[in-house]
């Protein structure tokens, strides 16, 4: 268990925050002011519980904080909220703001005392689409820079990356690219990463994400498609290791620049005219710096990378719903809802 | 077996024809007029041989005509040229018409006698790229159709779908599309394609293609896009049955109609301006009926059909490379190469 512990007395906590998603669930005990005091992490996606489901995941990541404080409010956000999750809580339209979310809260009782999940937010046009989870992300990024809130892009990179249009403090649109799952099917199951696999089951190792030449000669392939996209270049990985110019270590991380590179033309097709506002990425940094790396590619160098904003997103939010700050304030808008 | 008896005597043979490839091998006797006399088929491909392998494949497509008629040439194209086939065979390049295809022929004794081995057709320009099997298809349509070879684009759909440019008499130059393989996986792998498997597990039953409309849905999808293309709208197959647009039934039908039509999207970019030249869709007839219904959606509404057209192509190449017509000209090609 990964766990910043806390020794002495110190500040008194006001919130539990879970950032509960498909293949992880964070747990983070915040104070009176936000500030971060303990965190924890486990693999308990809510595709992966352990024995004892939901309630066990929940009692082992609060373990000691509610025995010590028991009337913190506790918040989650993520795929715990969705259809396969512990309660399934409506998306919130966009344009999305802190109170709207807020406004979504549902409060659950599993048997493990009032949980509020927090909403995802959902899109009817241009594509609908769908996002949990990243929206307190999004919103932790808003609140820890309120700047940002004027008009920034914010990329969330991951299985499924999200690129989000923010403007006026709202969540405006989003949309969802597939690229991190794609390229794990494309590497683990299509004929473009046979070689890869190949040469790896002869080294007996794996071999790893070295190349950064691979993957911007990948990104380059994507710009250049210009219109066309991808669709007829995808078989290049294979060609371009056939005609000895990729070998077949390089062909992943030229297959990843191709997908990313993909996405982020697509991505800035898409935008209005005069160019993209201030992007922001959120994420795993190693991939947050293949994402800023390809922006690169597309001339684009100014990118801010922020680190865990989850805690700030749903401080945030609790502090808009007004389920923090007043120690009674909890069971109170259980109450309401 | 698939096989086209032939009863008492009939018109003379000249020519045993191979197609084979990844998971099938055909088995072709042709006349002495190019005439297809009996036909073959078993899921032999390079990937499937049988106990034997390759020489075991060759003696069960081939039984009784070699014994019958000793002295026929044989032609075989397809995977069997490639690096994981019987021998590996060298690519020609674009532009190829029958005679450089057929100076590209490599003879090769693997212990059935002299097999000569079609060379797939490879390009450097703008995209490297590589076909087998699919060049002696569409060599086959250009015999059939000799006004085709003016200017036409052809059409190959399957695993991955290769789009033809002809001009001239030659394949200029050609582009290679994932879309079948892409859909497997997506279907079988991604997150798109598990309604779909949940109702058909539900039920006790696949689901079937049904649904023309979700194709077409998934078709305009793509073709919306424009420049973007669909990296941002795969998502919609999740999205458009969580907001209960598509049943889990429709999503494959739908997930479908943006794969093939964001390649027709991709293609058709690609070209110069002035509109496609004639098209030409060849293979397998549901799967052609599909692109025609595709390009139907964008506008696209003549389009030729052509069934089995590799009997013909092999013909076409054998006839180029002098190894018909004289009953020992199959020894002397194989004794100049």
Not at 136 to 159: H, M
Not at 182 to 211: K, M
Not at 221 to 236: D, H, K, N, Q, V
Not at 242 to 268: H, P
Request: aromatic share 6%.
């Amino acid at each position: 268990m990964e766990t910043l512990a806390m020794r002495g007395p110190g500040p008194e906590p006001a919130l539990i925050g879970l950032d509960w998603g498909t293949s992880s669930l964070r747990g983070y005990l915040i104070g009176r002011d936000g500030a971060l005091l303990d965190r924890r992490g486990q693999p308990w996606g809510v595709q992966h519980l352990p024995a004892g489901g939901f309630a066990a995941a929940f009692r082992g990541i609060t373990d000691g904080w509610l025995e010590e404080w028991p009337n913190l409010p506790i918040l989650a956000s993520g795929m715990v909220g969705s259809r396969h999750g512990w309660r399934e809580v409506p998306y919130v339209d966009c344009p999305a703001d802190p109170t709207t979310v807020a406004a979504g809260l549902v409060p659950f009782d599993g048997g493990c005392g009032i949980i509020h999940l927090v909403p995802g937010l959902s899109l009817s046009h241009p594509t609908p689409d769908v996002m949990r989870g990243e929206e307190t992300q999004i919103l932790g990024g808003l609140a820890i820079d309120p700047a940002l809130g004027r008009e920034s892009l914010f990329l969330l990179p991951g299985t499924h990356c999200k690129w989000a249009t923010v403007g006026n403090g709202r969540v405006l649109r989003f949309t969802t690219y597939l690229t991190g799952e794609l390229f794990a099917l494309l590497r683990d199951h299509s004929i473009l990463g046979r070689p890869a696999a190949e040469d790896a089951a002869r080294d007996g190792s794996t071999t790893g994400h070295g190349s950064l030449a691979a993957f911007r000669h990948g990104v380059a392939m994507a710009r250049e498609s210009g219109a066309s996209g991808i669709p007829g270049r995808l078989f290049s990985t294979r060609s371009l290791f056939l005609a000895g110019t990729l070998t077949a270590a390089q062909t992943l991380d030229y297959l990843s620049g191709l997908l990313v590179g993909d996405e982020i033309r697509s991505g800035l097709t898409g935008l209005p005219a005069g160019g993209p506002p201030p992007i922001v990425l959120v994420g795993d940094r190693p991939l947050c710096d293949r994402y800023r790396e390809a922006l690169g590619g597309f001339g684009i160098a100014d990118v801010r990378t922020l680190d865990e904003t989850g805690p700030a997103g749903l401080w945030r939010i609790a502090v808009a719903a007004g389920i923090v700050g007043v120690p009674d304030e909890r069971s109170r808008a259980a109450d309401q809802s």
